[in-house]
Nanobody
Framework: QVHLVESGGGLVQAGGSLRLSCAAS????????MGWFRQAPGKQLELVAQ???????TYADSVKGRSTLSRDKDKNTVSLEIDSLKPDDAGVYYC???????????????WGQGTQVTVSS
């Protein structure tokens, strides 16, 4: 009942900007949180930015001040822009959403397929 489509990513020059977008198609559930995680080679999956149901947005310290997460609750879309890219920003970025099913009252986490970001120096 949930399908995520990611776009953006690819090869970006250090110092440049990156924009990733994610569109969620959902049926019978409500989207509560939307955000992005990333996994760099040899490192653990980490939260980059996330918007929760009350409107609060959290950013990883590594991108704070140079990134913007934008969410459209009506369209169930979320985009992430990171400026002043660094080599450490490289990795696979995953769209992540949480949904709530009113019929079961269950929360569930969903992941996109991932999009590769390479930062050239």
């Amino acid at each position: 009942q949930v399908h995520l489509v990611e776009s953006g990513g690819g090869l970006v020059q250090a110092g440049g900007s990156l924009r990733l977008s994610c569109a969620a198609s959902v049926r019978f559930v409500r989207v509560t949180t939307m955000g992005w995680f990333r996994q760099a080679p040899g490192k653990q999956l980490e939260l980059v930015a996330q918007n929760v149901d009350d409107g609060t947005t959290t950013y990883a310290d590594s991108v704070k001040g140079r990134s913007t997460l934008s969410r459209d609750k009506d369209k169930n879309t979320v985009s992430l822009e990171i400026d002043s890219l660094k080599p450490d920003d490289a990795g696979v970025y995953y769209c992540n959403i949480d949904t709530w099913d009113p019929s079961t009252r269950w929360d569930k986490t969903h992941w996109g397929q991932g999009t590769q970001v390479t930062v050239s120096s």
